[in-house]
């Protein structure tokens, strides 16, 4: 190839030697000029497979408009790029199958104290021992590990004794309590931290899941209802997923909204659910009895088939959680038809949560945002209660200094 190469350059230019070539084969110079020359080049080229061509193009000969020229580089066009026939292809692997995939990011959505973090912990529970799933056997032969990473539970009086409750090895689940960062501890953020989580996966190999609950508190300082934000967060998230070939599970709050889609009933942006591979919401069973609640699907990219939803009972008559046999036909969007009762006073749900923020003094405006979004609070709504209760605003300062929330004396 080489050889080929350094042919079409040397008939291309005009030396004493081509002309003597050229001579001695009966021919001018009108016969095999520079453009036939490239011709020539172009054909061959265009026959050859694809390894032939990188190694060749990896030469120092390059192609442009005029011809072959030995000492020009191609322009840098930014883009890195590789052909499908050189890629190995490859079956998705499970979590749990046909469920939860590994090296993806997978959303677990649904109100407050419907099971969510039970049902993320039963998981732990299954890998960290090796028992089957409610609908499958255990996909690994030997038994897993987990990293659970929580804004809002305590180790000491919920997590270890629901991982004792519900079977689980609690020598094979690591909780996460703080990030050592420039020489300080400090609160994990998923835009700045995931190098530390890089690191600590690569020393732990046998972690195959990364628990986030919720997932919204852990986001940074990204706008998580602005798409470009999300995205630019999740895209590093999900290739280190794929690297460590861990599944990324985030607990998430549904919003405050009103709305039959499921979809979009997440807290913040849709990237969160279009960038998972894998979403459920937990909801109670609009039909049923109080405890029993359905675990039903919201997309599921990388499944084989439909494996439809699940029946669970939460609470301590049923050891934390206890899955029923069979499958449930019950869309989540079906479920949203239904409206829990016990969110039906919104206002008012949203006003008591306001008269706790504010009741030991002024709060601001930015921080009042950022908690209303990490519990799941409609703006909206929050807005309302505001005006229902008389909240004062005023700036704390002067110019560049935040604005203020604080309670009348007769609201404390």
């Known amino acids: 190839m080489r050889k080929f190469a350094e042919l079409i350059a040397f008939l291309q ?54 011809g072959w020229n030995r000492d020009e580089k191609p322009p840098n066009c930014g883009l890195n790029t590789r052909r499908l026939s050189d890629v190995m292809a490859r079956d998705v692997e499970w979590l749990w199958h046909q469920r939860v995939p ?58 270890r004794p629901r991982i004792d409750l519900l079977g689980g090895d609690p020598t094979r689940v690591h909780s996460l309590a703080f990030v050592f960062h420039d020489g300080k501890e400090r609160t994990l953020s998923l835009g700045e931290h995931l190098n530390h989580i890089d690191n600590w996966l690569i020393r732990n190999p046998l972690v195959s899941v990364v628990a986030i609950d919720p ?133 008012a749900e949203a006003k008591e949560w306001l008269l706790d923020l504010l009741k030991d003094g002024p709060v601001s405006a930015a921080d009042v945002w950022t908690k209303s979004k990490a519990d799941g609070m409609c703006e909206k709504t929050v807005k309302l209660a505001k005006k229902e209760l008389g909240v004062r605003t005023k700036k704390s300062g002067g110019a560049g200094e935040p604005w203020l929330w604080s309670l009348s004396k007769s609201k404390k």
């Open 102 to 159: 590994l090296g993806k990011l997978t959303l677990i959505s649904g109100d407050p104290n419907l099971g969510k973090t039970w049902t993320v912990l039963y998981m732990i529970a299954r890998i960290t021992t090796g028992r089957p799933f409610p609908d499958s056997a255990n996909p690994f032969e030997n038994r897993r590990n987990a990293l659970w990473v929580s804004g809002e539970d305590e180790d000491e009086d919920t997590i």
């Open 215 to 347: 997932f919204a508190a852990f986001l940074g300082k990204i706008d998580s209802h602005r798409n470009s934000d999300v995205r630019g967060l999740l895209t590093p998230l999900m290739k280190l997923a794929s690297k460590h070939k861990v599944a990324i599970i985030g607990i998430n709050h549904l919003s405050k909204g009103d709305g039959s889609s499921a979809m979009y009933r997440g807290m913040g942006s849709i990237a969160f659910v279009a960038a998972a591979r894998s979403s459920w919401m937990v909801s109670r069973d609009p039909k049923g009895p109080a405890d029993r609640r359905l675990f039903t699907n919201v997309k599921n990219n990388l499944a084989s088939e439909d494996v439809g939803g699940l029946a669970f009972r939460v609470g301590p008559d049923h050891n934390g959680i206890r899955w029923e046999d069979g499958i449930v036909r019950v869309t989540a969007d079906e479920t949203l038809q239904h409206p829990d009762k016990s969110r039906a006073p919104q206002r």
């Open 13 to 66: 230019h005009e030396t004493p030697q081509r002309r003597r070539l050229l001579r001695a084969a009966g021919l001018n110079a009108d016969d095999l000029s520079s453009r036939h020359c490239a011709l020539l080049a172009n054909h061959f080229f265009a026959v050859l497979d694809s390894d032939e061509s990188i190694s060749l193009w990896d030469q120092p000969w390059r192609p442009n408009d005029r």
